[in-house]
């Protein structure tokens, strides 16, 4: 009995502390829905503030650009900052234990920005949350690629980006009604909490992968230099991170300012103004996220050319209703068009992630993530919510911020959704070759 006893517990270790060598499809979807749920909470945590973002500027007395400032460009600074050094960790070091401790930190710091009292304190709870969330999204995707082959990595991805809909639903209309019903100090409460849970929740049931275990060949791990010379080189890969990049430009940038500009244009609360766009954001993300994953595991899409073909239409086509949202002042044809706009904003997140990860060497795979992540963070919380806010200030009359003024800034921005169009189709060009050039290299 005491034999026995000792070969369980052996067992019992091995599994606790050992590389996973392989796992069932029961194991790799439980991790891709808990990595689902990471990346749901970053997203309610992180665009939250756009949907009390006019609540703020009032209590605070800040200028539209002033409240972009504090909300949208002191986390997209230091998310931008903070993603290469610990994307560096997460090539290196226990994925699981980072991302369980991330996003820890950034639900407790959510909850923080909820007792902030003035501008400083609500800054700098911000730049706490930044912390966290600078580590979630590219753990979670260098897990999922070693839970995942390379031809089910594109349709894994997908559905790790149905976080996006479901986490934008929570942050723009849940919190929307609480706030509505709370006040917006309790719609960070509300959110931080269960982080927190789900955190150590992540700690305690996910198994650290054997990094690379799905792909050929024993690479060694690169240096920043050579990740960054390799990334260069893989001209497709430049491609689809401007092309994703510039999506979060266009697509987020205008969302971080929607609930506002609706409030203003139609004279609506915080949570009327939510409920206008909570089914796009849930059903039309969901649905558009899913059926994007179907199609990636179909066979006709294992030519990744017909993957950024089919993103580079659909966001062609939603560029032109996004710019009919915010020149019109019919409500019936604004909602009609943002039903185009945003799922369109969802279904290229999971695709994107996928090919990325095609096209980076298994040991580069979070610097690739983190390179996408910056300068998409760059775009649409660093320079589009600031921009659109010190825009609206200039065309206001008086400088008194105003609905017209508003509607102007945001019709500056639409037009950048053509620019990420064009380097999705330039991206087919090289894709296949530079594939097949990620699996096969070596350093």
């Known amino acids: 009995m005491s034999e026995l006893q000792s070969t369980v517990a052996s067992e019992t270790a091995v599994l606790a502390i050992a ?15 808990m990595m689902c749920l990471v990346y749901t909470l970053s997203i309610a945590d992180r665009y939250v503030v756009s949907t009390v973002l006019e609540p703020i500027r009032l209590e605070l007395h800040l200028t539209d650009r002033g409240v972009a400032i504090l909300t949208g460009f002191a986390f997209g600074l230091f998310y931008v900052v903070l993603g290469f050094p610990l994307s560096w960790l997460i090539d290196r070091k226990n994925r699981r234990n980072i ?94 909490i269960p982080g927190v849970l789900a955190g150590i929740a992540v700690w305690l049931t996910v198994r650290e992968p054997e990094r690379g275990c799905l792909d050929a060949g024993d690479q060694d791990t690169p240096t920043i230099p050579e990740t960054l010379r390799f990334l260069w080189q893989q001209r497709s890969a430049v491609h689809v991170m401007i092309g994703t990049a510039v999506c979060a430009l266009w ?28 089914n796009m954001h849930l059903w039309g993300g969901g649905i558009a996220t899913v059926v994007t994953g179907f199609l990636m595991a179909r066979r006709g899409m294992t030519d990744a050319r017909r993957i950024v073909w089919l993103l580079a239409g659909g966001i062609g086509i939603a560029t032109l209703a996004s710019g009919v949202v915010y020149y019109t002042r019919d409500l019936a044809l604004a909602k009609a068009m943002l039903w ?40 649409n919380l660093v320079i589009a919510p600031p921009l659109i806010g010190a825009l609206s200030d200039w065309f206001a009359p008086n400088h008194v911020t105003n609905a017209d003024s508003l509607r102007l800034a945001m019709l500056c921005l639409v037009p950048t959704g053509l620019w990420a169009t064009a380097h999705l189709f330039l991206a087919a060009r090289d894709i296949l070759k530079d594939q097949e050039r990620a699996r096969s290299f070596s350093l």
């Open 340 to 379: 185009i706009f945003i799922p369109a904003i969802y279904f290229y997140i999971g695709p994107g992630f996928g090919l990325l990860n095609n096209l980076a060497q298994c040991r580069m795979r979070a610097m690739f993530c983190a390179m996408v992540l910056f300068l998409a963070n760059l775009g």
């Open 19 to 33: 590389p996973l060598q392989s796992a069932s499809l029961m194991e790799r979807w439980y991790v891709l829905i």
């Open 99 to 192: 991302v369980a401790a991330c996003l820890v930190l950034w639900s407790v710091m959510t909850a923080v920005c909820g007792l902030a009292r003035t501008s400083w304190e609500f800054f700098f709870a911000r730049v706490g949350v930044t912390i966290g969330e600078a580590g979630g999204t590219p753990g979670a995707n260098s897990l999922l690629s070693d839970y995942f082959p390379a031809n089910r990595r594109a349709m894994a991805l997908t559905v790790f980006a149905l976080g996006a809909p479901i986490g934008a639903w929570l942050g723009y209309n849940v919190a929307g009604a609480i706030a509505d019903h709370y006040g917006w100090r309790a719609v960070f409460f509300a959110l931080g």
């Open 251 to 278: 697509g987020w940038g205008l969302m971080f300012w929607t609930p506002t500009f609706l409030q203003r244009t139609y004279h609506m609360s915080v949570g009327e103004a939510g409920v206008v766009t909570q």
